[in-house]
C-alpha cells in the first residue's frame, strides 16, 4: 500500500492568527518557506501555541513532514513538539508525543517517523510563554487505520 500526505484533505485549526499566517495554508502542498508569499502560518506571541489539522478519520501516521520559514527567524520552531491521537482534550495536546522538534535550518524540509502512530489528529505544540509558533507546510504521511506497512 502506498503511503500519501493525508492532511491534504484536513481542515487546520491553530491557538491564535497573526497577519495573513491560516492555519490552512501549510495543508496546500507549497512548501514555500516565505511567509510573505502567504504559504506559512503565525500564531499570536502567546502561551503554548498550537496548530492541529483534523483529518477527519483515524489514521496510521508513518511521518510527518515540516518545511520550516525560510525568510527570518527559523528558531522559532526549535522545541516545537508533535502530538499524534484521537483526542481533542487540552486541543490535542494530551495525545501521544512523535518527536520534539531540535531545529530544522531556514527554509529547510525536514521528515520525523512516526512508527505508525494511530490518530485523528495531528498537532504541533510550542510549550512555554511568550512563544509564536510559524509553520510553512506540513505533511502527514500514513495509512487508514487497521492497514500496516
Given at each position: ?45 502567546e502561551t ?53 522538534i531540535h ?47
Amino acid at each position: 500500500m502506498i503511503k500519501r500526505n493525508v492532511a491534504l484533505k484536513g481542515v487546520a485549526t491553530q491557538s491564535s492568527l497573526y497577519g495573513d499566517g491560516q492555519a490552512n495554508n501549510v495543508i496546500d502542498g507549497n512548501r514555500e518557506s516565505n511567509y510573505h508569499k502567504i504559504s506559512c502560518t503565525h500564531t499570536e506571541q502567546e502561551t503554548n501555541p498550537w496548530w492541529r489539522v483534523d483529518r477527519s478519520s483515524r489514521s496510521r501516521v508513518t511521518a510527518v513532514t515540516f518545511t520550516n520559514r525560510g525568510d527570518v527567524v527559523p528558531e522559532r520552531l526549535d522545541g516545537a513538539e508533535i502530538c499524534i491521537g484521537n483526542s481533542l482534550e487540552n486541543t490535542g495536546i494530551n495525545n501521544l508525543r512523535c518527536v520534539v522538534i531540535h531545529h530544522i535550518p531556514a527554509g529547510e524540509t525536514y521528515t520525523f517517523q512516526c512508527n505508525e502512530m494511530e490518530g485523528q489528529y495531528v498537532v504541533v505544540v510550542i510549550p512555554g510563554q511568550n512563544k509564536i509558533l510559524t509553520l510553512c507546510e506540513v505533511e502527514v504521511y500514513g495509512l487508514p487505520a487497521g492497514n500496516h506497512l
